[in-house]
């Protein structure tokens, strides 16, 4: 069986370090520990976009980031002109508008690595109903792969509102 393909949204990786009392703390930890004791299921992918988006946070959380990202196992995808032009292919499409490019620029790395997952806590621009339309109906009309975008407790299975 291969490996399910997880990009990481820079929201997860910011998230990281959120005290472990607040319910985004603990899902974001626990998504972080269920991935990495089981190495054999999950591939994460994390793009420049990221990386650029890391790096404009401030002390002394870039530091904490950082040193978590250099022990994290994942792929860095590498800058791809590519995924530039699809980012703009959506705009022009209206899956967002030119204000929302970082979002469509994450979801092409995303697309263009053929990842099954999108992980993120964007819901206002990413883990909704109308974005992954959009962009699955894009998609599939122009032969690149669905993306399925989700928070992390989606791939834990751990469900914050079962006792609700």
């Not at 607040?22 to 990221?50: A, C, M, N, W």
């Not at 946070?57 to 870039?62: A, T, V, Y």
């Not at 970082?102 to 790395?109: F, G, Q």
């Not at 792969?145 to 469900?159: L, M, W």
Request: glycine share 4%.
């Amino acid at each position: 069986m291969r490996k399910l393909r997880i990009y990481l949204d820079s929201s997860v990786i910011g998230d990281f370090d959120t005290p472990e009392d607040s319910e985004r703390g603990t899902l974001t930890k626990e998504f972080f520990r269920h991935v990495q004791e089981f190495p054999d299921d999950y591939e994460l992918l994390i793009s420049p976009v990221v990386a650029a988006e890391v790096n404009a946070c401030w002390e002394p959380k870039l530091s904490i980031l950082i040193d978590f990202l250099e022990n994290l196992d994942c792929t860095w995808l590498p800058e791809n002109q590519e995924a530039m032009d699809l980012a703009e292919t959506y705009v022009q499409h209206g899956v967002f508008g030119q204000k929302h490019i970082r979002d469509l620029t994450h979801i092409a790395y995303a697309v263009l690595a053929r990842c099954d997952y999108i992980v993120s806590w964007n819901f206002k621009h990413l883990v909704n109903a109308k974005t992954m339309s959009r962009v699955n109906l894009f998609n599939q009309a122009n032969n690149y792969c669905g993306v399925n975008i989700v928070p992390p407790f989606v791939i834990t299975g751990e469900n914050p509102y079962e006792n609700a």
